[in-house]
């Protein structure tokens, strides 16, 4: 049974930190490549940065660009998004995502792609 179990949300002040952890379980997790979605209230999911099998090819959104930070540690089967800078537009629920892909495939930035799904960790920056 494949588990992915997102932590490290919480309350944070305009231009403040976080760093999000997805652990892993129950799949070969260095077969899959790994995404970070988020969705707000009322409106849809969104892409926020992906990361390859071996971390080698990283993709960000506009919006996250200079400021999020995708990495993995295939080791312990878990990839994070360190957050910095972060702004009240940036409050959501983020969620990671697994998909399974041959080697050298880049990532997919599109959600309905993903097969496994956490279930999401709520993050708010206030102003």
């Known amino acids: 049974q494949v588990q992915l179990v997102e932590s490290g949300g919480g309350l944070v002040q305009a231009g403040g930190s976080l760093r999000l952890s997805c652990a892993a379980s129950?799949?070969?997790?260095?077969?899959?490549?790994m995404g970070w979605f988020r969705q707000a209230p009322g409106k849809e999911r969104d892409f926020v940065a992906a990361?390859?099998?071996?971390?080698?090819?990283?993709y960000y959104a506009d919006s996250v660009k200079g400021r999020f930070t995708i990495s993995r540690d295939n080791a312990k089967n878990t990839v994070y998004l360190q957050m910095n800078s972060l702004k009240p537009e940036d409050t959501a629920v983020y969620y990671c995502?697994?998909?399974?892909?041959?080697?050298?495939?880049?990532?997919?930035?599109?959600?309905?792609?993903?097969?496994?799904w956490g279930q999401g960790t709520q993050v708010t920056v206030s102003s």
């Open positions: 995502a697994a998909k399974g892909v041959a080697v050298g495939i880049v990532p997919s930035r599109r959600p309905h792609e993903y097969e496994y």
């Open positions: 990361i390859s099998r071996s971390g080698v090819i990283t």
């Open positions: 129950g799949l070969t997790f260095s077969r899959f490549a």
